[in-house]
């Protein structure tokens, strides 16, 4: 399942990831900025099996915003679970599963 496309002249700006929560997953965030200047995300929970569920997503007009985004999420993690979601590092995959090394295209 691809959480985010990344379009031609988009760039992906961050990804987040709490830690593992037990018979739960990680909790995870995907952060790109369009070609527009809008940033959109991706909060999800990856389970243990690797299945992607609850998916939402958003666009915001700036990083101000979405920290504002990022902060309400952590709230919710920390007063449900006791976990926050911390920068992480991430991969980039086409959608036949190869990596792409660079997050400009």
Known sequence: MAVMNIG??????????????????????????????????????????GLKEKVMRGTVKSLDEL?????????????????AMLPAEYEVRTLDGKKISETMH
């Open 67 to 83: 920290n504002i985004v990022i902060d309400a999420i952590n709230n919710n993690l920390r007063n449900v679970f006791g976990v």
């Open 8 to 49: 031609k002249g988009e760039e992906i700006l961050a990804g987040y990831a709490t830690a593992g929560i037990p018979q739960v997953g990680i909790y995870k965030l995907l952060v790109k900025k369009k070609v527009d200047g809008t940033i959109e995300w991706a909060h999800f929970v990856e389970r243990d099996s």
